[in-house]
């Protein structure tokens, strides 16, 4: 089946494609099926002799979500922390709509891919100046309409004006979420994204981040240790152990192996 996906520009409702040189003219045609939006080849990092991950390879489609999951210490967070080279990779290379990533310039990659920390840390002032931040970096303005779309996306309309250092833990972290889609990436790395969160909160995030993805075809890498989430939110489940790929498959196969 062909689908009709945004590769380089996931979060497209919100952009006026009237503009030259808008993202409309990147636009391609994916078939979901055989083209992987970001490819891991032989990735791995060592540090001081120690092997973190190792011989990591592994394709991830448009709009499918990978969930990454293992014991403590098992590389689950280095692996996703290389993806946007917040940590650099000693073996291999990753390919991102068959690019190396490498010959991307640091802070356009991680625009493409964007990553939700498990704490929510937002920058002192407005809600609506926390998601200026990455736009205004790139040389470019976000509307008032804009920003307030943004908000309306995850579940805070109107909280623009609001100083983030009063928001509740909830609405921190769909701020930092609405800041990361700000930037328009094509990929969502997600750090154990509701591990501060209780189990109301935790559970409306997760709705959220799948609503949106879904619905703009963002493809999403997450690590956690939840396996419940991991069943309820992932099309695939990658266990780590030691560094090393263990299982693959989906949450059936591998949750209930």
Do not use: W
Not at 50 to 69: C, Q
Not at 178 to 196: F, I, K
């Amino acid at each position: 089946m062909i689908r009709f996906f945004f590769p380089f520009c996931c979060f497209s409702g919100i952009f006026d494609f009237s503009k030259k040189n808008s993202i409309f003219e990147r636009v391609n045609i994916i078939n979901m099926e055989t083209i992987p939006v970001l490819e891991m080849k032989e990735l791995g990092r060592q540090v001081e002799g120690k092997t973190l991950v190792s011989d990591i390879n592994l394709a991830v489609k448009v709009g499918e979500v990978l969930a990454i999951t293992g014991p403590s210490g098992a590389g689950k967070s280095s692996l996703l922390r290389m993806l946007n080279r917040l940590d650099e990779p000693t073996q291999g290379t990753v390919l991102l709509n068959g690019e190396d990533y490498r010959a991307l310039p640091v802070p356009e990659l991680r625009r493409r891919v964007g990553m939700l920390l498990q704490q929510a840390y937002l920058f002192p002032g407005t809600v609506a100046e926390n998601l200026r931040f990455g736009p205004t970096q790139q040389g470019k303005t976000l509307a008032d309409e804009v920003v307030e779309d943004l908000l309306t996306r995850v579940g805070l309309a109107g909280f623009g004006e609001k100083d983030s250092a009063v928001l509740s833990g909830g609405e921190a972290q769909r701020v930092s979420l609405a800041r990361t889609l700000a930037n328009d990436p094509c990929v969502l790395l997600l750090d154990e994204p509701t591990s501060s969160l209780d189990e109301t909160n935790r559970l409306g995030v997760e709705t959220l981040i799948l609503d949106i993805i879904r619905q703009h075809g963002i493809t999403c890498i997450m690590v956690t240790h939840d396996l419940q989430q991991a069943a309820r939110m992932a099309d695939r489940v990658l266990l780590l152990e030691e560094g090393h790929m263990k299982q693959m498959g989906t949450p059936q196969e591998v949750l209930h192996a």
